[in-house]
């Protein structure tokens, strides 16, 4: 997902409560603009909120987990998460959709904020700067949430040291495109990242990061033995690449619910060290419901010779 930039300045946000049965109206006044106008329900219906600057807790509103329909001022470009201060799943919408069952995310939204369409970030170092980097990117903060000191990468760097960041990175953003960030110089012991992180300890990957570079689905080099495991169904969301055997998954156990796989046959099982009950694929499973291992998988492995 492409990510810009966002202003900086708070400027407002208009909460409008309103049903179609009748009762009255209740509005809130606190600056101006268009802004994004989710619904409870479908086809623009039932209560409503429309925000006009950045709401990272759609709590505070009312409306988190709500929406059921939405429209989007004309000209403007919004990101809606799935989890509160933007974490999560998140996906740019512009325009109207009343129905958000077709696009999986009915009821799931938990913040959003404006995008300023056309408006880059700076490449070089802007301690707490907002705003994913420009060009498929990747940048580094050495404090959570995006704060810090910050590293902009546009290219594939072997060894951190060389920037003066290794493991450094609290947290990162990404910009467009997916990339590999390894605990080890040289590109070793790497995870696929395809969305932020606000705290790497989610990760596992918490002052670990000594190497990074650009990652393409499908580019497995040539006999490249590799699963991508997500979070989400579908290949959605977060995401973990294992190359080896690994015999707890850190920072993904008990997560994955679909897998990808890149190249070779993989064992999956829900205990540590390839115990409990296991499974073999060397064919990509949208739901890993269908092998009983939907958010089970604790280790995974290349499949041993029977």
């Keep these: 997902m492409r990510r810009y930039r966002f202003l900086s300045a708070l400027i407002g946000m208009t909460i409008a409560l309103s049903s179609s049965a009748g009762y009255g109206q209740q509005d809130r006044q606190i600056g101006g603009g268009v802004g994004l106008t989710i619904f409870a329900d479908f086809n623009f219906r039932g209560r409503s909120a429309t925000m006009r600057d950045d709401t990272p807790d759609l709590r505070t509103i009312g409306m988190n987990d709500a929406a059921r329909s939405l429209r989007v001022g004309p000209g403007e470009q919004w990101e809606v998460c799935e989890h509160i201060n933007y974490e999560g799943r998140c996906v740019v919408v512009s325009g109207s959709e009343a129905d958000l069952r077709r696009t999986a995310w009915d009821r799931r939204i938990s913040s959003a ?60 953003r990404i910009g467009g495109r997916a990339w590999q960030v390894c605990a080890d110089a040289n590109y070793r012991n790497c995870l696929v990242v395809n969305t932020d992180w606000a705290d790497l300890r989610g990760l596992g990957m918490f002052r670990r ?98």
């Design 113 to 172: 904020r404006r995008i300023a369409v056309g408006i880059e970030p700076p490449i070089g170092n802007l301690p707490g700067g907002r705003g994913g980097p420009g060009g498929g990117g990747l940048e580094l903060f050495n404090r959570t949430g995006f704060g810090g000191d910050r590293r902009a990468f546009t290219a594939a760097t072997p060894d951190l040291r060389r920037v003066n960041f290794n493991d450094a990175a609290e947290s990162l």
């Design 209 to 306: 990061i000594s190497s990074v570079r650009p990652w393409q689905a499908g580019a497995s080099g040539g006999g490249e033995l590799a699963i991508i495991l997500f979070d989400d169904r579908q290949f959605r969301g977060r995401s973990f690449r294992v190359e080896r055997a690994t015999g707890q998954l850190s920072g993904f156990s008990n997560r994955a619910e679909s897998v990808r796989v890149m190249g070779g046959s993989w064992q999956l099982c829900d205990g540590r060290n390839f115990t409990g009950r296991c499974s073999v694929t060397s064919v990509n499973i949208p739901d890993l419901s269908t092998v009983g291992l939907r958010n089970r998988v604790v280790s995974v492995r290349p499949a041993p010779p029977r």
